[in-house]
């Protein structure tokens, strides 16, 4: 787990590595990802390419086994920075479901 203090969090994250799909809210654009870390209030994931901070989202994580059901969350991107060739992708998650809404 990564502490809260030491990245200004308001929720401690903790680091998942697990594939996920991001879409575009506004254009349904659809891109794959690789989440980095989860939390209440947010999550990162690694893309190769850079998002608009602002830009809403809806992030899926889909299990590879079926014992986790699949969690959706609306979220909107507070900050975007270069990372090992990729971007790390921070979102502030503004709702979460286990079915998709996009």
């Not at 893309?47 to 609306?74: D, F, K, Q």
């Not at 709702?95 to 998709?100: K, T, V």
């Amino acid at each position: 787990m990564i502490p809260a203090e030491d990245t200004r969090r308001l929720y401690p994250r903790i680091a998942v590595e697990s594939p996920v799909t991001v879409v575009e809210s506004m254009t349904g654009a659809q891109r794959a990802a690789t989440l980095a870390d989860l939390s209440t209030g947010g999550l990162s994931f690694h893309t190769p390419a850079a998002l608009a901070v602002g830009l809403e989202l809806e992030v899926g994580i889909v299990p590879a086994l079926n014992i986790t059901p699949p969690l959706y969350a609306r979220a909107v991107v507070v900050r975007c920075v270069p990372s090992q060739g990729e971007f790390l992708v921070s979102v502030s998650t503004q709702s979460m479901s286990a079915s998709p809404s996009l």
